[in-house]
C-alpha cells in the first residue's frame, strides 16, 4: 500500500441522521405544506454533481418559501440541510447565522428536548465545534445523547452517531482520553447494529484523525484506516445514501494519509453510486 503519514490537519467527520430518514420525521413530513422529499432528493442530485452554490441558493430559495407559509417544520429540516452545506463550504458567518436559526426554530416546533429534535441538535453542535464553540458543541451533543438513550432502544445507531460526535468534541478541547472512550463506546454499540458499516468507517476515520494530530507516525492511524477500509467493502453493504455519503466522507481522510490506492477505488465507487 502506498502510504505516507501527512501533519497537516484534516477536519473530524461529523455524524447525523441523513434527513426525511428518521421514523420520528415522518408526522412532520406529513405536515409539510412543502414537498419535502422531492426537494431532498433534488438536493442530493446536485450535491452529487458537486454543484454547492447551486445548492445553496435552492435551499434558501424553499426555506424562504416555507418560512413565507409559516411552515416552520419544513424550514427546521431546509435550514438544517442548509448549515450543513455551509458549514462544507467554510462559509463561517452563514453557517453561524444557520446555527441561531436553528435554535429559533427548534423552540418554535417544540422539539428541544425530543427524538425527533435530536438530529438538529447533532448538526448545531457540529458547527459550533467546527467554528472554536467546542464547549457549547460539547453541551448539544450531550442533550441529544440524553434524549435519544432515555427514549430509544438498543442499540440504536444515532447514539452511537452522538458518541462519534462527542468523541471529536472532546479530541477538540484536548481531552483525548475521554475521546478514546467515546470511540469505543460507539463500536461497541455499532457492533450490534443490523448495517453498522457506514457509521463504523466514519468513526474508524475520525480515530485516525486524533491519533494522527497528536503523532503523525502512531501505527494506530493504520490499523484504523485498515478497519475503516474493511467496513466500507463488505460485500453486502446497502449501496444507497448512507454508503455514498460514507464515502464522500472518508475518502478524503485515506488521500490525507496517503492511501492513494485505496482513495482512487473509492472515488470509482463514488461514481457509481446513486445519490438520491
Known amino acids: 500500500m502506498n502510504r505516507k503519514n501527512s501533519s497537516g490537519n484534516i477536519e473530524y467527520i461529523y455524524s447525523h441522521p441523513a434527513s426525511g430518514e428518521q421514523p420520528e420525521e415522518e408526522e412532520l413530513i406529513q405536515h409539510s405544506a412543502l414537498p419535502i422529499r422531492e426537494i431532498l432528493r433534488r438536493l442530493n442530485a446536485l450535491l452529487a454533481k ?19 407559509k409559516r411552515d416552520w417544520g419544513s424550514e427546521l429540516v431546509l435550514c438544517s440541510e442548509l448549515l450543513c452545506l455551509l458549514r462544507h463550504m467554510k462559509d463561517k458567518d452563514a453557517a453561524l447565522a444557520a446555527v441561531c436559526r436553528c435554535q429559533e426554530l427548534l423552540r418554535q416546533n417544540g422539539l428541544e428536548n425530543t427524538v425527533q429534535g435530536a438530529p438538529y441538535l447533532m448538526r448545531i453542535g457540529a458547527a459550533l465545534d467546527v467554528y472554536g464553540k467546542s464547549e457549547q458543541a460539547m453541551q448539544y451533543f450531550q442533550r441529544a445523547l440524553a434524549i435519544c438513550t432515555e427514549n430509544l432502544e438498543e442499540p440504536d445507531e444515532r447514539v452511537a452517531q452522538i458518541y462519534n460526535n462527542l468523541a471529536v468534541t472532546a479530541a477538540s478541547l484536548g481531552q483525548k482520553e475521554k475521546a478514546e472512550e467515546y470511540f469505543r463506546r460507539a463500536i461497541q454499540i455499532l457492533r450490534k447494529s443490523a448495517f453498522p458499516e457506514c457509521e463504523s468507517a466514519v468513526t474508524y476515520c475520525n480515530m485516525a484523525i486524533v491519533y494522527g494530530r497528536s503523532d503523525p507516525e502512531d501505527p494506530r492511524i493504520g490499523d484504523c484506516l485498515e478497519l475503516a477500509w474493511n467496513q466500507l467493502s463488505v460485500p453486502d453493504i446497502p449501496k444507497d445514501h448512507c454508503y455514498a455519503q460514507a464515502l464522500d466522507q472518508c475518502l478524503p481522510v485515506f488521500d490525507h494519509f496517503g492511501y492513494f490506492l485505496y482513495t482512487m477505488n473509492l472515488k470509482d465507487r463514488l461514481r457509481d453510486v446513486d445519490w438520491a
Open 50 to 68: 458537486t454543484r454547492c452554490e447551486d445548492a445553496r441558493h435552492y435551499l434558501q430559495m424553499w426555506q424562504r418559501c416555507a418560512r413565507g
